[in-house]
């Protein structure tokens, strides 16, 4: 079966950096998506990696390891503002995206 | 962001009764999705659409039945509701298949008495 494991909550400190890790098993592989979506609102797109290595966009980054089926999500220099649920998703075969539970983020000062 | 909008937003309804929840886009995108989500689980795809009257299965087809008859309108009907499918229900789109960067709708929160 198709699956996609990441943890549930998280907790840190404002200005720290949090690493949220994704492990993936899917029919074929075509990338690795991760989408932030805050409480009460419309997913929206961070990162897309398809190949092994890390992708940096401002204070987020996205690493991924296709041998190992595992992803993470770095981000750096926490604000208030990064408190949402961070979602992990993988593209398959056909091309559809298999969803993470989603990991729920919370900032604390 | 995606010109993408769903209607209605909240909707009450009672076991049995039909439902119809409407996505429209003005980004001509070729693909649009319709998925579920609930608390404890991931998105789940129930329907998608590939091109006018083009459309196929998801994960959790069942109960639900879809209609395209123009690009930027995507139907989902639930036949007759259950309270199991409370749920929000987001609408996606997307430009191309395998670069399947999804832009989503603000949701349908519906809840089945």
């Known amino acids: 079966g198709q699956n996609i494991d990441q943890p549930t909550e998280m907790t840190a400190t404002e200005g720290a950096i949090v690493q949220i890790n994704c492990t993936y098993q899917?029919?074929?592989?075509?990338?690795l998506f991760w989408y932030q979506q805050h409480a009460g609102e419309a997913p929206t797109f961070l990162s897309y990696?398809?190949l092994d290595g890390l992708e940096e966009k401002g204070r987020f980054s996205s690493f991924l390891s296709r041998s190992k089926g595992y992803s993470y999500l770095l981000l750096k220099e926490l604000q208030m503002k990064d408190s949402a649920s961070y979602l992990c998703?993988?593209?398959?075969?056909?091309?559809?995206?298999?969803w993470g539970a989603g990991t729920k983020l919370i900032i604390k000062p | 962001d995606a010109g993408i909008t769903q209607s209605p937003r909240h909707k009450v309804t009672e076991t049995g009764t039909p439902v119809t929840l409407r996505c429209h886009q003005t980004e001509n995108h070729r693909y649009m999705y319709w998925y579920r989500q609930d608390p404890g689980h991931g998105l789940r795809l129930i329907h998608y659409s590939y091109g006018v009257k083009d459309t196929d299965k998801g994960e959790v087809s069942d109960g639900y039945s879809v209609s395209r008859s123009k690009t930027e309108d995507f139907l989902l009907t639930l036949e007759s509701a259950t309270s199991s499918q409370t749920s929000v229900y987001f609408c996606?789109?997307?430009?191309?298949?395998?670069?399947?960067?999804?832009?989503f709708g603000p949701g349908t929160r519906l809840t089945v008495l």
């Open positions: 996606a789109i997307s430009e191309n298949r395998e670069y399947n960067e999804q832009f």
């Open positions: 990696n398809v």
């Open positions: 899917t029919s074929g592989f075509n990338g």
């Open positions: 998703a993988a593209m398959d075969s056909n091309y559809q995206l298999i």
